[in-house]
């Protein structure tokens, strides 16, 4: 599965904030999206989970138009972790990632996790290594644990994409490294993975592609084999 | 799961002994087998009066006002992730106490029906204004609260001011200020009925969402829980029992603040098991802050208010250390 972006464009406030955006996001990868504040980053995932509409342009999901799909549908392809994401007040790491499971249009009122998914949840908490945190709190939790926590929660949703927005901010140089470990392994089980990030050494370390937004326009897409720093535009931090 | 039916079971049997101490005991006193007779509806018509036609109707009023605030609160603080949610606090109420004092001050001239239905309009129009600010995006809890509680200090001082010009400085505007179930008869509650149920029934469906919207609007919608939507529907339900609750006892303080939070502490944090458990808490805190309210005092009473502030007050400091 892949996902085309055909010259999507996104205005705010009279303002052009992408423009003519054309890239590929292919499953099985962990793609970043790297470029300055204000490059369009993270207006360019909230377009991809549905929340916002495009001005112009589209996307494909494995061919078929997103702009044909409602909010909903397009969402059922892509799982999304906001920047600063809050942790839910008093939830156990179990309880969150259990709520991945959660699909409103088909659960009761009243449901329950099964046996079934709830041995999914603890698969998606090992494949974290986070399964002795789980009944912790998530907020007493590290930010390393908490990303972590959070992207098994994605994971336990079972969507194809994952679009991850700075969740690594804030975390020291280890827990970066690990955290990129676990997206390219997660990656290479069969995810997409788009994450959004100012690390451009641990993105030429370890991402299988790279798109480069500078002022709302890609300058580059492709593999991470290059000189990253040089495509910032010079006037942008 | 166990420990949820433990709680709703021993809650019924606190609800029970005090719906038994609020029908039997008060100024007249009646000995247990004329209590007894009366409540099977046999025995001396004046027992039967004053059970059934006096105390009754309050016990009843006090059951659904704890019912109407402690889920109102229990939608507020989960829709709007904010810990301060409460209808009285945010304002809902305001707008109903405007209405009564309108019809206390004799300028508004309507049946019951038409009071209880004008309280509940009232309340939503401060719904629909904190349903506007809690959907703005980056929105903190402190700021919506501010707002809340602007938008209730506004309302308050209109209805004060109403009864101010209209010279209403009897037992009744205290009552009405500082909450009140005295004097309440049937014709008071059955209005209120619809508008609990209606309340109630909007709720319910929203309720399995609401865990969802803890996570923030776009993870939530990202999950399919339509944050917008959902957030809209708790907020008018609260309105809708919010303001019912003003029409029946005017303004009951800190049961819709202090019940989702007691709540969690009894069955964790689960909102779908806060709503239901806040339904005989919310009833059983207000109707025996009522009985202390009437009988401590006897023959003269104070402001139920009065006790469900001195309950709640350090309670809710207790709350405020330990878990929020």
């Keep these: 599965m892949i996902v085309n972006l055909e010259a999507l464009s996104f205005i705010r406030n009279d303002k052009s904030v992408l423009s003519d955006v054309t890239a590929a996001i292919p499953d099985g990868a962990l793609t970043c999206l790297v470029g300055p504040n204000g490059a369009g980053k993270t207006t360019l995932l909230r377009l991809l989970a549905g929340e916002l509409k495009a001005a112009s342009g589209k996307f ?37 990632v259990a709520l991945g499971k959660y699909e409103p249009d088909k659960r009761a009122l009243w449901w329950r996790l099964n046996e079934s998914e709830r041995d999914a949840v603890n698969s998606y908490l090992s494949r974290c290594r986070i399964e002795a945190l789980s009944q912790r709190r998530v907020e007493e939790l590290s930010g390393g644990e908490q990303q972590r926590a959070w992207l098994a929660f994605a994971l336990a949703q079972e969507k194809k994409f994952l ?12 827990a970066k490294q690990s955290f990129f470990r676990l997206l390219k392994e997660i990656a290479s089980g069969g995810k997409g993975v788009l994450l959004t990030t100012h690390d451009l050494d641990l993105v030429a370390q370890f991402a299988d592609r790279v798109i480069v937004l500078n002022s709302g326009k890609v300058s580059y897409d492709g593999s991470p084999g290059t000189n990253l720093q040089a495509l910032f535009a010079p006037n942008n931090g | 799961m166990r420990r949820f039916f433990i709680v709703i079971g021993v809650l019924v049997l606190i609800l029970v002994a005090g719906v038994l101490i609020g029908a039997a005991l008060g100024p007249v ?20 009066i004053l059970v059934w036609d006096l105390r009754m109707p309050r016990v009843i009023a006090a059951l659904l006002v704890g019912t109407c605030l402690g889920v109102s609160g229990c939608l507020l603080q989960s829709s709007t992730r904010n810990p301060l949610g409460d209808p009285q606090l945010f304002g809902l109420g305001g707008g109903a106490a405007v209405v009564q004092a309108l019809a206390m001050a004799g300028t508004l001239r309507t049946g019951s029906w038409g009071l209880v239905a004008l309280s509940v309009a009232a309340s939503l129009i401060g719904a629909g204004a904190i349903a506007l600010f809690a959907s703005r995006q980056g929105i903190s809890p402190a700021r919506l609260a501010l707002i809340g509680v602007s938008l209730s200090a506004l309302a308050a001082a209109v209805a004060t001011g109403i009864l101010a010009e209209a010279r209403v400085f009897s037992q009744q505007s205290l009552s009405f200020i500082g909450g009140s179930f005295a004097n309440r008869g049937w014709s008071d509650i059955v209005p209120a009925l619809p ?30 829980a339509e944050p917008k939507r959902t957030r809209a529907i708790a907020i008018a339900a609260s309105g809708v029992l919010g303001g019912a609750a003003v029409a029946v006892a005017g303004l009951v303080g800190f049961v819709g603040l202090l019940i989702p939070h007691l709540a969690r502490l009894l069955v964790g944090h689960d909102i779908r098991a806060i709503l239901i458990i806040s339904i005989p808490l919310g009833a059983a805190v207000t109707l025996f802050a009522d009985q202390a309210a009437r009988l401590a005092f006897m023959p003269s009473e104070v402001p139920v208010g009065l006790v469900t502030a001195l309950i709640g007050a350090p309670l809710m400091i207790y709350v405020a250390r330990r878990v929020l």
């Design chain 2, 195 to 224: 508008f609990f149920g209606i309340g109630l029934v909007l709720a319910l469906p929203v309720m399995g969402r609401l865990n969802a919207l803890a996570l923030g609007d776009l993870v939530a919608a990202n999950l399919g």
């Design chain 2, 29 to 48: 006193k009646l000995d247990a087998s004329r209590f007894f007779s009366a409540i099977l509806m046999r025995g001396d018509a004046s027992a039967h």
């Design chain 1, 60 to 96: 494909l999901i494995d061919g078929s138009d997103s702009s044909t799909l409602s909010q909903k549908e397009v969402a059922r392809y892509f799982s999304l972790i906001p920047q600063d994401v809050q942790p839910p007040p008093h939830f156990t790491v179990f309880e969150l």
């Design chain 1, 163 to 174: 679009l991850l927005d700075e969740t690594l901010d804030g975390l020291d140089i280890i």
